[in-house]
């Protein structure tokens, strides 16, 4: 069977959205690191290592931001393989594996459903 090679779109514009919408609260936490732009309380910081909402903002920006575009690029650009993308691959040969074994799961959880389903509609 010969597989097509093409992009997701969905999941391009799922990483856009969390690009987007982490690089405007990043934003909007560097720009006023007490929170209060965004209505968000000191007590959540109470038990946490930081003073402010500064460096919660900056890990915002660059982690949930900046990568997630970077990845919704890279899919738009490269339909096989992107050299960096493989370069940080921790597990490039068991791709193949990793798709079955989900696959695998899926057909598990799929079948404990309908005998669960099947049980109560039978009772």
């Known amino acids: ?11 391009i514009l799922m990483h ?6 982490a690089i405007v609260g990043g934003v909007i936490l560097i720009i006023d690191p007490s929170g209060s732009m965004v209505n968000l309380p000191a007590s959540l910081l109470e038990n946490s290592p930081f003073a402010s909402f500064l460096f919660p903002g900056i890990i915002l920006l660059l982690v949930l931001g900046a990568m997630p575009i970077m990845i919704a690029i890279a899919l738009i650009r490269y339909t096989t393989h992107w050299a960096p993308g493989e370069r940080l691959n921790l597990y490039p040969d068991s791709c193949d594996l990793i798709a079955r074994g989900t696959a695998n799961l899926f057909e598990i959880n799929c079948s404990l459903v309908e005998q669960i ?3 109560r509609i039978v009772e």
């Open 16 to 21: 856009g959205m969390l690009g987007i919408g």
């Open 117 to 119: 389903a099947g049980d």
């Open 1 to 11: 069977m010969k597989q097509r090679i093409g992009r997701s779109w969905l999941l």
